[in-house]
Structure formats: C-alpha cells, structure tokens
C-alpha cells in the first residue's frame, strides 16, 4: 500500500543558507509520525512547505499516490487543503478574536462542502463534542477570549478537522500550553487517530511527547534525518549519537544532574 | 539557622480600572543561604510576581498590599532606594529567560560587565578586566566573548553571560526565572550543570522558578507549588517525589510524560488554571480537584506544616488523603 504522504529529497535554502538537505519522510494511513529536533533543525520549516505556506527548492512529494509540486504555489488546490490541515503551537494566535467559536468552524464546513446552510450548526456542534468541548453548547457562541489556552486548541483542532482531513500537521502543539492539561490534548490527538484515522506529522523539540503519541519518531539535525524508527526502538536503543545525547539531555531520564554537594540541605 | 530570605503572608495586588486583580495571597517562603528553591507553577500563578517583588522590582499597577519581606533580617519593603540599590545585585541577583532581552544589544558583553562592577565600586581598569575574564572563565565562555555584541552570540552563551553577571558581584542569592525555557535540552543542561557546579563551590543560594517540574526535581533541595497565587506545598524534593501531599502537586508530577513507564501514563488535570481576575472561591483548587467537598468550595486551607513531617508544608484539607496518611 502506498503511504499516505511520501516526500523524497525535500530540499529548502533561505538565502546561501541550506535549512532542509535531502529529506525523505513518510506518513503511513492512520500513523503518527513525530518530527524531533531542537531550534534551527529545520522541522518547522517542513511543517510549513507541506502545509504550503513556503516553497521548496527541490524534491518531490505524493500524496495519496498523486505527485504534487512542492516547488509551486499555483499547484495547491482547495483539495489538497481539504486532505492536509495544519495546527499550529500558539492557540491565541491562531483564532481570529473577533470570530466566535462556531464561525472558526463554519467557515471551512462551508468553504469544503462538508456542509449544508442548514447543517452547519449541528455539523460545528459534533466536532466541538470530538474535540472534548462538551457540552458543545456552551462553546459555540463564545469568543476565543474567553477560553482558556486548552480550549482554544481544541478549537484549533475542531477547525482543523472540519474539511474532514487525511493528514493532520501539528506544530509544537502543546508547548504553549500550561503544564497541567497538555496531557490532554497529546490524548485527544491519540484517540482522534484511534477513532477517526487521522495521521499526524507531530513537529516537537520535546521527545516525551513524541514517545506518548507517535507510532515512529524522525530525528533532524541540521536539516538532515539522521535516524527514524518505532518510537520504542529509538527511545530505548538510540543508535545515532546526537539521538543519544537529546535523550540524555531530557529531565528526569538521562543520568541525573551531578550536584556536588557539600553539606546537608538545611 | 536564620532564613537569609524570609517571605510572610506576602499579599501582591494588580491594580486595573475594573477591580483589583490579587496576584499573589498570602505566600510565606524562606530561603536558607546555600539552598536550592524550586519554585513551580504554571502560566499567571504568581511566580514571576514573587520573584519581582522580593527585589522590589514591581513596578505599578503592581503594589504590595501586604505581608513582610525580610532579607537577612533587614526589612525589605521598608528599605529606602539607596538600600535596595546595595541589595539588588550585590546580594540579591537575577537571570531571566529572556538573555537577548536582558542584555543591552548595543553594548559589548564587557563593557555591560564594566558597567555593573563600576557601578558597585570596582573602578580600576585592571580589576575589571581580570574580574571580566574570570567570570567568563566561570560559565564556560572565552575570554574573547567580551568584546562581543549579544547578538553575535548564541542564545546559550548570551545566558551563559547573563549568568555571569549575576554572579559578578558574588551575591548569597541568584533568582532564576525560567532560565533555561528558551534554550535548547542539550544546552540546558550543560548550563544547568554548571550552575550547579558553582552552586557547590561558591555557596549561593538560588531560587529556580520553572513550569519544568521534571527538571526541577533533578535540582532543587526542596520545591515549593504555587497555584493561582498560593502555596499548595513545600516539600524536601525526595518527600515530594515520593508522595505529594497536596492533590495539584501530585498531578503536576503526573502531568509530564516521560522517557519510562508506560507510553501514556501521563494524565492531565481536569479543567483549566482560574483566571486571577475571578479565582474561586475556597481552595482555588477545588474546582479541578477530586477530593473536593463542601468545605473546600467555602474556606480556604490554612497553610500548615505538617504534622508528621516538619520538614513539609502544606495548604489543603484533604492533605496526605491520597497517601493513605492523616494529618
């Protein structure tokens, strides 16, 4: 079976700078791929060539099976929108303040046909419910402001989901969130892949949640894959060294800070 | 031993044209010289507030509305600018999260070293040179980096250099207010390393603020848990990680998914922090809280020590409930 996203060769320049080198990535049916690397890798830079938002300077993608020309702007359609949806990290920015919750939904139901006029508030109710906003009732007339940073990216979701996707991106998705309910959207993200079969390319500098959500993990450097595996596999037999050091380097796993003490705590 | 920080029923209020905003109630905390203090709380807790106000460094609509603040028994609140001026920095320092924001991006690294070792009373331009390379050498960076810009510098030196600075005056206290958050693990804990290397051989103490609660455990002598404004509990890092006493504090050290275990044994807290314009009332906890009665919704626990372990503090009146223990 071909896989759901396939890209080869996937190459970016800002200026003489090289940021993406050759990158091969696939997004199997139904699978969560987490992209890893720290600040400057170069993985958000892949988010947003396959979300469109950029050109790329060389490569090819399929999606589906069907090529399409990463290098063009003019070749994304309204269908390749409806199959490939992005969340990005920061839900205050991402929601429009003057639009209530509902309209953020509306307008792709409609703009993607998902919808009749008629339908569309019942429509917009049933994806608040699979984001886990219920009673969906009392959020789908109310402003982003007045949701905490949790709702508001379940709303992201809820939107991203509306023309129905195959392949969901999710840039740092809940790195903007407070501590305690970031659990809960990494399992709302599960069970959507679980329920509905939404793959997901999670984009994370954070390796704990990639090993929480994602069937296989790729590592970046420097614009560059320089290991991919089962998330197990390259969480607990991490092969290439800069895997190795990132592992070390995450709180509470690795060997612990030395703290050369001196004395007893008072 | 006295406390060389001692904060007692601290009370910080924002003042907004539509009613006070009380960011901080009643927050008692002391400081031993040498220790390390984690202070851990997510986003609008307080904990930035406490930082600003043991320096006096609130500024309005911020104002103390209550509470005593005494450093190395002196009375802070009361100290007039020239005594703050002898404090901040000389024994009371701070590093940010923000290195690129706390440094000044048209001066060089030396001449802003220059500048704070001048304005404390080292004028002599050997002293501030050799004083400049030692504190490079102290945090890792070249001797070369003082005639560098802050933008010519990564973002892990240029906190390397805030670090310096902080130090630069030797003080018995470095408040650390997310210092890592924006840096990459790996540079993260190189830094971190060192500081705790420093730690040991010069003896400061240090107050660590961070969300990061894994990373504080691996730190901090004991941890204190603010919410929405409040402690919920200080604790000796081990008893805490054994068993918290304090239901937020115990899922806070659920909430992190980890490298072991099982793949999603992380569990969020039900709901969401209160906004601190319209807190509950009671335990500002109640609301997440599956411990929750009656009592909870209406009185506000009083932050006690605990009697089975004098070394932990807690505010909740179902503490221990969760260990099987009773106060």
């Known amino acids: ?266 | 031993m006295t406390p060389l920080l001692s904060v007692r029923d601290l009370v910080v209020e924002y003042i907004e044209p539509t009613g006070n905003v009380r960011v901080l109630d009643g927050v008692s905390l002391d400081i031993a010289p040498g220790e390390i203090i984690g202070l851990a709380g997510e986003s609008g807790s307080g904990k930035s507030t406490l930082a600003f106000a043991i320096t006096r460094l609130l500024r309005a609509p911020a104002v103390v509305r209550g509470g005593h603040i005494a450093w190395s028994g002196r009375d802070v609140l009361s100290m007039d600018e020239p005594a703050l001026r002898a404090m901040r920095w000389a024994e009371v320092s701070m590093v940010f999260q923000s290195a690129m924001d706390a440094l000044n991006p048209v001066l060089t690294i030396g001449a802003q070293l220059d500048d704070t070792l001048r304005a404390h009373g080292v004028t002599d331009r050997a002293a501030l040179d050799s004083r400049g390379r030692a504190l490079m050498a102290l945090v890792d960076l070249q001797p070369e980096h003082l005639g560098r810009y802050p933008h010519e510098l990564s973002g892990g030196m240029r906190q390397r250099a805030c670090i310096a600075f902080a130090l630069a005056l030797q003080p018995q206290l470095v408040i650390m207010d997310e210092p890592t958050t924006a840096l990459d693990v790996v540079v993260q804990r190189d830094i971190l390393q060192r500081v705790l290397e420093l730690q040991a051989r010069l003896g400061f103490a240090v107050l660590f603020i961070s969300h990061d609660l894994p990373l504080m455990l691996e730190l901090a002598d004991r941890v204190a848990v603010l919410y929405a404004g409040r402690l919920c509990e200080l604790s000796p890092t081990a008893a805490l990680q054994r068993g918290a006493l304090h239901p937020y504090a115990r899922g806070l050290l659920h909430a992190f998914p980890t490298l072991l275990g099982p793949r999603d044994a992380a569990r969020a807290i039900d709901g969401a922090p209160p906004s601190p314009r319209s807190p509950p009332p009671g335990c500002r906890f109640h609301p997440r809280c599956g411990l929750a009665d009656a009592r909870c919704g209406l009185e506000a626990p009083p932050w006690v020590t605990w009697p089975a372990d004098p070394t932990r503090q807690v505010a909740c009146h179902h503490a221990g409930a969760l260990e099987g223990g009773t106060p």
């Open chain 1, 1 to 266: 079976m071909t896989p759901l996203l396939e890209v080869r060769g996937l190459t970016k320049r800002f200026g003489a700078h090289v940021v993406l080198d050759g990158v091969d990535l696939d997004v199997g049916r139904g699978e969560i791929v987490a992209l890893v690397g720290e600040s400057g890798s170069g993985k958000s830079t892949i988010a947003r060539v396959l979300a469109r938002l950029e050109r790329a300077d060389a490569g090819r993608a399929a999606l589906d099976g069907a090529p399409f020309d990463l290098l063009k702007h003019a070749d994304v359609t309204r269908a390749y929108r409806a199959r490939v949806q992005m969340v990005f990290q920061d839900p205050f920015g991402s929601l429009n303040p003057v639009h209530t919750v509902g309209e953020h939904l509306t307008r792709p139901l409609r703009l993607h046909g998902r919808t009749t006029p008629q339908g569309e508030r019942s429509a917009a109710l049933a994806l608040l419910e699979s984001v886990g906003l219920a009673p969906a009732a009392e959020f789908i007339d109310v402003y982003p402001h007045a949701l905490s940073g949790g709702q508001r990216q379940r709303v992201a979701i809820a939107r991203a989901l509306a023309p129905q996707p195959a392949l969901l991106i999710a840039d740092e998705p809940t790195s903007m969130l407070d501590v305690s309910i970031r659990a809960g959207v990494l399992a709302l993200l599960r069970e959507l892949r679980d329920q509905h079969s939404v793959s997901m390319l999670l984009i994370t500098h954070d390796l704990a949640s990639a090993r929480a959500l994602a069937d296989r993990i790729l590592v970046l450097s420097a614009g560059r894959i320089v290991e991919s595996g089962p998330t197990e596999r390259v969480i607990s037999a991490p092969e290439h060294p800069y895997t190795q050091q990132l592992l070390a380097a995450v709180p509470g796993a690795g060997p612990l800070l030395r703290r050369p003490h001196t004395g007893a705590p008072p």
